[in-house]
């Protein structure tokens, strides 16, 4: 089982930057894919981005390709996801997600394990 533990986030100016990260416990950190995910209100759950146990394959959504970078570090049991330019529309609670059996994952229901969210907004 892995508990995951997101931080980073704030309130930042459009343009601004932001950089999150998901601290994970156990000892199996590297056994596990990750995903970031968001949720404004009144919307439903979006993929951001997913990275691949090894760290060497990536996605990302559409509307943050470009300018969000996920990353992982398996040595720290931590996965980052550095946001640049900011838009309003990127408010939202950000959350990490943790599966180990999934492969390429983008969908919210394929991933097992959660993080208790971030709060991310951008004024204008």
């Known amino acids: 089982q892995v508990q995951l533990v997101e931080s980073g986030g704030g309130l930042v100016q459009a343009g601004g930057s932001l950089r999150l990260s998901c601290a994970a416990s156990?000892?199996?950190?590297?056994?596990?894919?990750l995903a970031w995910f968001r949720q404004a209100p009144g919307k439903e759950r979006e993929f951001v981005a997913r990275?691949?146990?090894?760290?060497?394959?990536?996605n990302y959504g559409d509307s943050v390709k470009g300018r969000f970078t996920i990353s992982r570090d398996n040595a720290k049991n931590t996965m980052f996801l550095q946001m640049n330019s900011l838009k309003p529309e990127d408010t939202a609670v950000y959350y990490c997600?943790?599966?180990?059996?999934?492969?390429?994952?983008?969908?919210?229901?394929?991933?097992?394990?959660w993080g208790q969210g971030t709060q991310v907004t951008v004024s204008s």
């Open positions: 997600a943790a599966d180990r059996t999934i492969v390429g994952g983008t969908t919210a229901n394929g991933y097992a394990h």
């Open positions: 156990g000892r199996t950190f590297s056994s596990y894919a």
């Open positions: 990275v691949s146990r090894s760290g060497g394959s990536t």
